[in-house]
Structure formats: structure tokens, C-alpha cells
T-cell receptor, first 117, second 109 residues
């Protein structure tokens, strides 16, 4: 089945220790997204890639970086995690980012829950 | 500013019908989405509306009125597994997806 895969599902890191979260997709979608979601809040968009064109949201902290080495994979790097970065990190994909007709519908991976000690 | 409003929490009875409302104020409109999110899991796509009217998908239906900036998600024949949060999201004129905080739906036997 075509899908969005995130590893690991749970990640524990220490305060200030860099951590990388990964996402892969077999949907062959052009656009990939990284969201941060805290309990009972809306998902907050951190980055998105239209193919290899990188888009950083204006209020995404410098502590967060992202890489998309190819169509299938995308990584989220947190350089120095703080206690406030503990959250669920969601990767999503869409066939297109602009075209309508449902091609912009985002499909999510299962998420990685990050715990910072 | 851009805003999506949904009730924080709703309670309904198994087998009944529930309507979850969403109102939005965004800079432009390019489609409205409903997602279901079970606790601790990722959102799952439910429905997409871009034109006014009702879209039906099995037990779930979604309605849109662009002139009123309003949508609702209608869930029929409620089952216990429908207990989840339901998120409304609107794509604005810049093709950015603006998310609501979600409505937590509690189903009681």
C-alpha cells in the first residue's frame, strides 16, 4: 500500500542533544510537509518542500532545519532541543501544493512523539 | 488575521447523529478539509469541499457555504470508534492550509 512512513514512532532525547526525525513516502507526491503538534492544539506548519524547493515558515525557530535529499525522503533536524520542543511531529505529503481538485489534499504519516528530558 | 473556529468539545450518544460546525475568516478561499484524529495518532483525511453544498461519504457528510464562511461535518449512526478530534482546515489565497484546533467528540453508550 502506498503510504507515508515516519521513524521512529517515539523518540527520547536529552536537553540540547541534536535529534533527527525521518519521513519517507511511497505515494510519489511532489510536496512534503513537517508539522509540530502539541496536545489539543492545531498542527503548526514548520516547513514544506515543493519538489526540492524549500519553504520555511516565517515563525519556525532557527533551531529547526530540514532536508529533502530525494523525492521519497525528508528529514527534520532539531539542533538543540528544549523542553518546549516536546511534541508530536507530523510528516505529510500532497500530490500538488497549488492545483485544486483535491490534489492538494495532505496525507499524514503516523507521527513521531518527541520527549525531551 | 486568519481564524478557524470550532467548538472545543462535544458529546453524543452511540447510534445518534452529530453535527460539528466550523466557521472561518481567511484571506481568500481555496478549499476546506475535514480530518479525523484519534488521540496520539496522526490526522486522517475525511472530506474536501470547494463548492457550496453537501458532500456525502457513507456515514460522514460535509457541507460548505462560502458566502457564510461556514462548514459542518455530519456524522450519522455514531459508533464508539468515532470518538476522536475532528479538525477543520481551510486553504487560503496563498494556498496555505489554516488549521482549527479541533473538536473533541466524546461518544457515550
Amino acid at each position: 500500500d502506498a503510504m507515508v512512513i515516519q521513524n521512529p514512532r517515539y523518540q527520547v532525547t536529552q536537553f540540547g542533544k541534536p535529534v533527527t526525525l525521518s519521513c519517507s513516502q511511497t505515494l510519489n507526491h511532489n510536496v512534503m510537509y513537517w508539522y509540530q503538534q502539541k496536545s489539543s492544539q492545531a498542527p503548526k506548519l514548520l516547513f514544506h518542500y515543493y519538489d526540492k524547493d524549500f519553504n520555511n515558515e516565517a515563525d519556525t525557530p532557527d533551531n529547526f532545519q530540514s532536508r529533502r535529499p530525494n523525492t521519497s525522503f525528508c528529514f527534520l533536524d532539531i539542533r538543540s532541543p528544549g523542553l518546549g520542543d516536546a511534541a508530536m511531529y507530523l510528516c505529510a505529503t500532497s500530490r500538488d501544493g497549488i492545483a485544486g481538485g483535491g490534489q492538494e489534499t495532505q496525507y499524514f504519516g503516523p507521527g513521531t512523539r518527541l520527549l525531551v528530558l | 488575521g486568519q481564524n478557524i473556529d470550532q467548538p472545543t468539545e462535544m458529546t453524543a450518544t452511540e447510534g445518534a447523529i452529530v453535527q460539528i460546525n466550523c466557521t472561518y475568516q481567511t484571506s481568500g478561499f481555496n478549499g476546506l478539509f475535514w480530518y479525523q484524529q484519534h488521540a496520539g495518532e496522526a490526522p486522517t483525511f475525511l472530506s474536501y469541499n470547494v463548492l457550496d453544498g453537501l458532500e456525502e461519504k457513507g456515514r460522514f457528510s460535509s457541507f460548505l457555504s462560502r458566502s457564510k464562511g461556514y462548514s459542518y461535518l455530519l456524522l450519522k449512526e455514531l459508533q464508539m470508534k468515532d470518538s476522536a478530534s475532528y479538525l477543520c482546515a481551510v486553504r487560503d489565497s496563498n494556498y496555505q492550509l489554516i488549521w482549527g484546533a479541533g473538536t473533541k467528540l466524546i461518544i457515550k453508550p
